[in-house]
DNA sequence: CTCTTTTGTGAAAACGCTATAATATAAAAG
DNA sequence: CTTTTATATTATAGCGTTTTCACAAAAGAG
């Protein structure tokens, strides 16, 4: 039965008071560098800490040590599922690897991006990971000058100076159109957001490009930018196509889920039935393709996976644990056909 | 043309010594605390802060000053889009007060909730902001004799000693199943995943027991418990109810927007047919309700503003422009009736 | 002109840890 | 027995800020 009464919050000179060693000695059991301490010292200290129900402060540490076990993270926007899902396998990682995560939402804008880092990197981190905007950015040549390890997680930036882990983009965006054009489908328009940045649209519409060039087909004209909030634009540009092409099987492919969305309820204003008047396919559906009917045919990419992976990879380079060069990591997605593309 | 061979980082030293006044007196200006300082002195620091570089270390200044500007965000399932925007909606307050957010994920588990809190007060955040999973934990006992900020969000916990942010979840809730009643449902079911905690999901099930009651309605044996990876069992139990209540109108209330694709994925494997055979309503759909035809019936809740709401709360306790009790506070979720409840 | 007040600045201690180097004791070796 | 080596512990000096208190110079008051 102690009186806690000045019970204010215990520190390390607090419990080494107690304990009756000094700071040092229970710095080293802290950091368990038990090598020539002794069992009784050991269990001493221990039972302090218990008692006194110290802990120590990450604060005081990262001062001293320049280590604050948080990694800053920098995602490009906080509120579509795939950066969830992203940062969900980054957080089992840290959690596993004992570090933390201060996250940080750009919005898709490269003046928060730069801010971002700098913020971060005041606040001491241990390490970055970025989903970029990818918005060119003088800030990452000043990074690769840092010691500070980066990864760069889905988009890669203008120069490639980082670890990279992605989806393989281009392989099987080709691989998804080239079933379209067998299956018939002779003009695809890739449709996708007013943003002039972002890598992987630009990979994405290239492998559309591509196989419909390979196979002869036009498209030149394939690019269609899509407003979320005013789709006038674009349903009347999808009509005019309807009039002139009417005798082709048309498709439109979604760049990313929620333009998949938007599209989908696009066709649904304008009474489009699918597949039969316009196919249409695109990346990340999020569980729901697969209930509207028809399916929507997907690219289902592996977020989870791709965070895991690119906090490992940062966690190691942090740690010394990998070395060397830059690698891309491309993660394979999954395309999955359904009755959309018929 | 300055010779920059040993520009280490500039520490507010450096910074001193070239601007030839006191480490205070830089001090005193990165705090704005300009009263008592001349003009000419203001300006060379900025000129030498600007040449050098020269950017603060937040974990020095945190050690000292007991104020790190990280709050501490506690979420219970990151990857959910309702966590998402919520978490969107405290970023973008934290962007415009100038605090960051050290996230963690529970993943429901108390266990992780307790750790996490204990993590984040090793890591010195100014405040706390949580999910909870819902479980009661002596964690938040401790945590009032703390002197910490809390704000809840979404769910309260066992002993409501903090601010809360939700939504008004009996109401609409009643309001919903009401409506459906009007339509001549006379069975509904309540489907949840069999977690044995989570406040909202019990306030959401006693607003459909009431709704049922008081109309006169059978509602003791409303409850089905779904297990997400395997719906067998469940599937088993609605065709029997199908069978035994052939004659009425029967429907299923989804607590959440996850629950709400497994369950219209079950039906989907089912074959049976919305709304004619079985009717359905939930909570959040996260836009692709209005797609599926016929389009969902759903309570869709506010996430973002429950974000905005929560964090402005916690960081106006934080900073003394909020004293007194704490409150709750209910945003309004929107019913959105569409054909899945005719 | 002295005395008080206002204005502007700095010395030094502290925040809670870690790291470096030094010291004390015990055991082993010569 | 000294000397060396291994084992166990500590004193002290920071890390990069903020804070308290003291102090000097300038301005105002009597």
């Known amino acids: 039965m102690e009186t806690e009464e000045t019970s204010k919050h215990a520190t390390i000179s607090i419990v080494a008071k107690k304990a009756g060693v000094s700071t040092t000695t229970i710095s080293r059991y802290l950091n ?126 203008e120069h490639p100076f980082f670890d990279l882990v992605t989806s393989n983009n281009y392989d099987v965006t080709y691989q998804a159109t080239a079933y379209l054009i067998k299956n018939n489908y002779s003009r695809i328009y890739f449709v996708t957001e007013n943003i002039d940045s972002i890598s992987t649209r630009s990979i994405r519409k290239k492998a559309v490009e591509d196989a419909l060039r390979e196979k002869g087909l036009d498209h030149d004209q394939c690019l269609m930018t899509i407003d979320k909030n005013n789709t006038l634009d674009i349903k009347e540009k999808l009509m005019k196509i309807k009039r002139l092409h009417g005798n082709e099987k048309i498709a439109l492919f979604a760049v990313n889920g929620q333009i998949l969305l938007v599209v989908l309820q696009m066709l649904h204003e304008l009474r489009l039935s699918i597949p039969s008047e316009i196919g249409i396919y695109g990346y990340d559906d999020w569980g729901w393709g697969e209930l509207i009917s028809p399916g929507i045919t997907v690219i289902q990419q592996d977020p989870y996976g791709m965070g895991i992976k690119a906090a490992e990879l940062l966690i190691d380079r942090l740690e010394g644990k990998r070395k060397g060069k830059s690698e891309v990591f491309e993660l394979p997605a999954n395309l999955i056909i359904r009755g959309s593309t018929d």
């Open 32 to 157: 368990e560098k038990y090598e020539y301490m002794s069992l009784k010292t050991r269990r001493r200290i221990e039972a302090v800490i218990d008692e006194l129900n110290y802990r120590p402060s990450n604060i005081a540490r990262g001062l001293k040590s320049k280590k604050t076990n948080q990694i800053g993270v920098i995602v490009a926007d906080i509120e579509n599922p795939f950066s969830s899902m992203m940062m969900k396998g980054v957080n089992d990682v840290c959690n596993r690897r004992n570090y933390h995560m201060l996250i940080l939402n750009t919005d898709n804008s490269q003046k928060s991006e730069e801010e971002g880092v700098l913020s971060l990197i005041d606040h001491n981190v241990d390490a970055l990971l970025i989903n970029p905007t990818g918005y060119s950015s003088s800030i990452y040549a000043e990074l690769k000058n840092n010691d500070l390890p980066v990864v760069l997680i889905d988009r890669q930036i």
